[in-house]
């Protein structure tokens, strides 16, 4: 018999419904799993649960028993349901939402011991599901990054090369799952960091529409641009946490859901669907090997039965300079919380307070943070907003409408995830313009607010390897209509059969064991 | 002589609403409760939360917004202030900027330039002497009141004076009383007044440059802030001086006013719209019954009695202003009838009746027939206006009393002239006071009143002033 951790999300939860197999054993062998990582993907993990009282009131004191009643906003942490769609599945988390009582820092200093009143939505659904909470995944500070080397507690090590980065910022939930120390993760796209981390580590990541998953308890980076989404091995994976994740909430105003929810992808084939290939992708600077795994997909969508169509998306090449004015933006506010009053780190306590807050400031955020704290201070600020924010506002718009115009006469748009394949450790961190090029092929769907998918496509040499250095994955990237997550996954689920990205890279793959121990 | 300067101010009103909960979580509101048991993790900015919008908060925004005769936009959207400070836990106050959910409108002859939703800070207690933040030996925060709902009503510059400033001040505080939306308290903090203020030649129609006055505790002290500012102003123009923008606090006490803080010190505070909210879209269900909820405000009503029953404006004001009186006393004139003019109840229901209701450890209001009836009687000379005024204390003390029955038992039917116990009664007093009536003869007309007294007295009240006088005078041969 394969091993437990062999089996994918849907199939170990229809044995274990089916009694198949012992829920105690999988969960124990994902435990065990999580244990031993060594690629630095998890800040915490179910193994420190024991060790840890319940903090009920976020204070970072433990309360006596009997006062952590339930809250509107969420009971203790994640009590799994007993039974339900993933009844018995350990899920990792990313260390942006907010989990009662399990320390939750956002990869960042500034929060290190904090430990949630309440938690997040997205994981309350996941646990009335019946998961659980495996662990809480490393990941960019607040979310700032490309490659997860910004997390205040060291980077992410990519499992199919450990010299390497595996993306961001939700680089630890990827490395997790391709590494074989997770069957699935949560993650967040702000701009591409489920999809760019997806791709970087050869699994599928999803980000939803805008307002589809609940955003109640992901700890903020940019409010208009924030998505929760899962990372799995395979589509059919994806779907079936969409499912359970997605809906309104009463405490997200700009929650809508996805009407008549989410079922598991069947589809075959890619008759009579239209596939848009922008124009521009034409000019855009992507390596040869990411090219040309690109150009064998187009080609098996060819083949089985769909359309390609050239489109264009005229403003999308503006996205980043417009996603790199507006997220900072929010970011600048979203972060002036994290003042040392009420939680989290506190330095210079007893200086004035406005010594107080700058040297908590200074301390608790890395570089990273700082840069996008002053540029999105600047962008707003009275003289500079219309210059900046304005304009911003204005691409993004443009954007939408570009693909609006798209989506009239395709399906789908499709591109590459990434531009490159995973890069080494180091190599961008002192270039941030060039860590942010990163984003180009996602960032325009995140300023559109609509679905896409990274697929695993095929592998390809990295340019900055030498002879004989190992092929990595490359991701592909299907975006979708507003609300049209259904429709999106039958095509990934039908393209994923046949390209056999699993079959093909075969035991290159960290979770099937071949680099699991390397 | 420096030329004249006119005052000109215009007012930000805070008014805290009495929903049942906060703006943008469900902690219930409070006032006086030990501190910080009315949070979570919502109102006290833990990462992750989000607001969610106060939907009887909207409700009461709109009836304040109709109340004030404002347009109501049809989509208003939040913004973020961004500012740090302890009593404000996210950071940024969420409040609406450039599309407020009220827009222009106008109460009395004042006009509204908006008036917006947003929510309360919490707060700041300094332990130490100063009391302030600077020199104090710690702070401590209490949040409580952070995220109570609040709308902030701002109007034009059209108010031309302090008095003028504290009295449309009133007028909205009834006003927004009557809808039932707030407490409207100042000593409490439900209603805080702010007051933007300048002076300029007379005549001028440029604006000169304002300070602005913040929390005046009582319309008394909103008052003397600004008039202390005026004079202030004024001054420093006349000795050729230039008024600095910038904020001021008025300390009551000693009369002093202080910087706040400069121009140069102002907050930039970075508005953009609040991308967790989406816009505020009443229904046409909302507004319509925001509209018939309405009940006649103040400024209707006072402008209502002028017209229709002929009160002058301060009496029909001082009646509007108190809708349990300006019911009571609608129900009396309509008892009244024709039996007196609507002028003479009024007279009667905002003197003689609070005078004797005050008189009575503030007693209840008689019931509205016998009030009704006392009026007619005096109004037909039944009885004197004296007389009639120690019926009421009888009414006053037992409110169902039959007014015929207490003017009967009491004696106090009015003496008339012709039967000649009257005439009997002034040539005694006459007769009692030689040099009264020496002096009335030779022309001093003010002597009369001891001889009146007299009368009075003897007869109890129940005899008519008018009548004595024309006695006194018929029998002095003048
Ligand atoms: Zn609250």
Redesign the pocket.
Known sequence: MAELTDLTVAEAAAKIAAGEISAEEYGAAWRAAAAADELNAYLWTAEHAESLEPDWNGDGESAPAGEGEATPYGSNAPAPAESGPLAGVPIAIKDIFTTQGIPTTAGSRILEGYRPPYTATAVRKLTAAGAHVLGKTNMDEFAMGSSNENSGYGPVLNPWDRGRVPGGSSGGSAAAVAGGLAPAALGTDTGGSIRQPASLCGIVGLKPTYGAISRFGMIAFASSLDQCGPFTRDVTDAALLLGVMQGMDQLDSTSVGIEGGIELPTREDLAGLRFGVPRELGEATLDAGVRAVFEATVARIEELGGQIVEITLPHAEHGISAYYVLAPAEASSNLARFDGVRYGLREAGDADLVEMYETTRSVGFGPEVKRRIMLGTYALSSGYYDAYYGQAQKVRTRIAQDFDAAFADVDFVITPTSPSVAFELGAKTDDPLAMYMNDFFTVPMSLAGIPAIALPAGLAAPEDGGDGAPRLPVGFQIAAPAFAEQKLLEAAHALEGALGFEAAAGDAIPWKGGARHA | MPEELEAVIGLEIHVQLATRT?MF???ELSFGDEPNV???P???AHPGVLPVPNEEAVRYALKIGMALGCEIAPRSIFHRKNYFYPDNPKAYQISQYDIPICGEGKLGDIRITRAHLEEDAAKTIHVGESGRIHGSAASLVDFNRG?TPLVEIVTEPDLRGAAEAAEWARLLRETVRQLGVSDVNMEEGSLRVDANVSVRPAGSTELGVKTELKNMNSFRFLQRGIEAELERQRELIGAEGTVEQETLHFDPASGDLTSLRSKEEAHDYRYFPEPDLVAIAPTEAMLQEARDSLPELPAARTARYEAELGLDEAQARLLAGDPDQAAYFEAVVAAVGEAAEPRVVANWVTGDLTAALRAADDAERPAVQPLADLIGAVASKQVSHAGGKQVLAILVADGDADVAAVIEREGLAQMGGDDGELAGIVAAAIEADPAAAEQIRSGNGKAIGAIVGAVMRETKGRADGGEVNRLIREQLGL
Request: charged share 10%; aromatic share 0%.
């Open positions: 906060k979580c469900g902690c009315h949070t979570c919502i109102c006290l995220g």
